[in-house]
């Protein structure tokens, strides 16, 4: 059973810091996303890492995958208060049908 | 591209009633759509996969009697939560994925928040 942890699962940082959270997932996968989520809405889309190595920026945040480690992290480059939410890590494999497992999830603070 | 709908956003029912909630695909068709289940502060857990015109697939402990599952077209998809219970509230997102998509890639609806009095 394919499983998939993050840590933190909760982060409270200041305004101006660099942070990363990591995404651990149990067997080979053949996608890995990252998402955001806001309180009371669905989720955004803001990463998909296909390879080991993959490395994709947006903004402030920078995701990256390592397969042999089966860990992908998601770097934050001088928060800022908009990027408090919850960010979710999410697998899927062909062999799981191509089935996607969230990580637990690492809610994010941002204060000034 | 690639919006997907959900309706109703927000429903209040009293226990023992019967809830529908739809998910489409505005502007692509959607070979195989999933249901989620969220609880306050915890993850998404998958409730089911549905195919176009064939029988959802439960994952383990999700009772199917309870949870009816259609995906009459490439389009829409719905949810009915029978003879809902309390323990029944949560947010449902609904997810779809469309034949040919890039990265295999699926695309949420804004989900449904569902409060059984």
């Keep these: 059973e394919l499983k998939v942890e993050q840590n933190p699962l909760f982060l409270s940082m200041q305004e101006g810091k660099n942070y990363t959270i990591y995404c651990n997932y149990s067997t080979t996968s053949d996608r890995l996303y990252w998402y955001r989520q806001d309180p009371g809405k669905s989720l955004e889309s803001l990463f998909v890492l296909l390879s080991n190595g993959a490395v994709k920026q947006e903004g402030r945040l920078m995701a990256s995958l390592d397969t042999k480690a089966r860990l992908s992290t998601l770097h934050i480059t001088a928060a800022v208060h908009d990027l408090s939410a919850t960010y979710f890590c999410a697998v899927d494999t062909r062999s799981s049908g191509d089935k996607l497992t969230f990580g637990t999830g690492t809610r994010l603070a941002v204060r000034p | ?117």
């Design chain 2, 1 to 117: 591209g690639a919006v997907v709908s959900q309706h109703p956003s927000r429903v209040i029912c009293k226990s023992g009633t019967s809830v529908k909630i739809e998910c489409r695909s505005l502007d692509f068709q959607a070979t195989t759509m999933f249901w989620y289940r969220q609880f306050p502060k915890q993850s998404l857990m998958l409730m089911a996969t549905s195919n176009e015109g064939s029988k959802a697939t439960y994952e383990q402990g999700v009772e199917k009697d309870k949870f009816l599952i259609n995906h009459a077209s490439l389009t829409l998809s719905t949810l009915t939560v029978t003879s809902a219970h309390p323990e029944d509230s949560s947010f449902y997102i609904c997810s779809a994925r469309g034949q040919g998509k890039i990265n295999n890639e699926q695309f949420f609806g804004p989900g449904t928040r569902l409060t059984v009095l």
